[in-house]
């Protein structure tokens, strides 16, 4: 009896490291969805994937933008994670609005994909609505104007379009730029455009290597 319970006591404990082992499991392409609204919490979720990646030996990511965007500050230390992360990226916009817009156009993304029902909003910077009625400090509208201006040379450079033109597109509060993915490759807000439904991950690596 004590012989076959060291038997299966030890047959688990040979089982067990195998398990572990495999727990982590090695891949070229580690894929990141960024959905929802952009703030702290995203932060800490692109946190745990980028470590994911890690674990997972990842050569490259592919981020895939669903957002309807959210808070600067979190956006900007979410751009900074990636581009410290030291992987190549290529990125697909699904709906990529307001923030993530900024994400997609900034160097956090290598390469920036679209598909023809792909939506990309840019805009101002916005105080809020209660503070536009009730009036802003010259302090608070000086912040907004310099965190927009510093948006706007990321996103102009990226898409090669002078920063006062595309000032001139997304001026504060009542200017939106909307660009579907059809036409988001002819406007450089997009480097390339993929069919409706098709798998892209198996694709990363080359598209990586073509960079």
């Known amino acids: 009896m004590l012989k076959k319970l060291f038997v299966a ?21 580690h894929r ?3 959905s929802g609204t952009i703030d702290t919490a995203s932060e800490t979720s692109l946190a745990s994937a ?13 981020i895939v933008f669903n957002t309807p965007g959210g808070s600067v500050f979190s956006g900007i230390e979410m751009e900074r994670m990636i581009l410290e992360s030291g992987l190549p990226t290529v990125c697909e916009a699904k709906v ?5 817009a900024y994400l997609f156009e900034s160097p956090a993304c ?24 009730q009036g802003e400090s010259a302090n608070h ?5 310099a965190i927009d201006h510093m948006l706007s040379v990321v996103i ?15 001026g504060r509060y009542d200017r939106e730029w909307w660009v579907n993915g059809d036409k988001a490759v002819a406007l450089h807000v997009a480097d390339k455009m993929l069919p409706l439904h098709k798998p892209v991950k198996k694709s ?4 990586v290597k073509k960079k």
């Open 110 to 133: 290598g390469i920036r994909l679209v598909r023809p029902d792909s939506l990309i909003l840019f805009h101002g910077v916005s105080g809020g609505q209660s503070t536009q009625r």
């Open 96 to 100: 990529a609005i307001s923030m993530g």
């Open 50 to 62: 980028l470590d994911d990646a890690k674990k997972a030996e990842a050569k490259s990511l592919y």
């Open 204 to 207: 990363v690596k080359k598209l």
């Open 9 to 29: 006591l030890l047959s688990l404990f040979l089982v067990f490291p195998t398990l572990a082992d495999d727990a982590v499991k090695k891949e070229e392409v």
């Open 156 to 170: 102009s450079a990226r898409i090669g379009m002078p920063v006062d033109e595309y000032e001139k597109l997304t």
């Open 32 to 34: 990141i969805v960024i």
């Open 141 to 145: 509208l000086s912040a907004l104007k």
